[in-house]
Nanobody
Framework: QVQLVESGGGLVQAGGSLRLSCAAS????????MGWYRQAPGKPRELVAA???????NYADSVKGRFTISRDNAKITVYLQMNSLKPADTAVYYC??????????????WGQGTQVTVSS
């Protein structure tokens, strides 16, 4: 199984920046798409950004132009650079990874979540 460990969350003032990291470990045949979701209190979990193993990216409209997702395939790590943060970005951010197990079945793993709080 693949485990994900996030880091980099915290408290920042509006307009500030944070960088989240998510490192994958464990055994898998392949890790394909990786991404970040977030969940604010009382709201459903939503996609923030995703990136394929080839580097293609996808962003939620609310973060386009402010957030950048990237990955280091050698380190099996995905990053989320968050600039111009707004109070509306306050949420628990979750890393996710999808791929194939050694048995060639599909899997999806989630990290434990990291809190991002943006003060006004």
């Amino acid at each position: 199984q693949v485990q994900l460990v996030e880091s980099g969350g915290g408290l920042v003032q509006a307009g500030g920046s944070l960088r989240l990291s998510c490192a994958a470990s464990g055994v898998a045949y392949s890790i394909n798409d990786m991404g970040w979701y977030r969940q604010a209190p009382g709201k459903p979990r939503e996609l923030v950004a995703a990136i394929t193993s080839g580097g293609s990216t996808n962003y939620a409209d609310s973060v386009k132009g402010r957030f950048t997702i990237s990955r280091d395939n050698a380190k099996i790590t995905v990053y989320l650079q968050m600039n111009s943060l707004k109070p509306a970005d306050t949420a628990v951010y979750y890393c996710t990874a999808e791929g194939a197990t050694i048995a060639r079945t599909t899997f999806r793993s989630w990290g434990q979540g990291t809190q991002v709080t943006v003060s006004s």
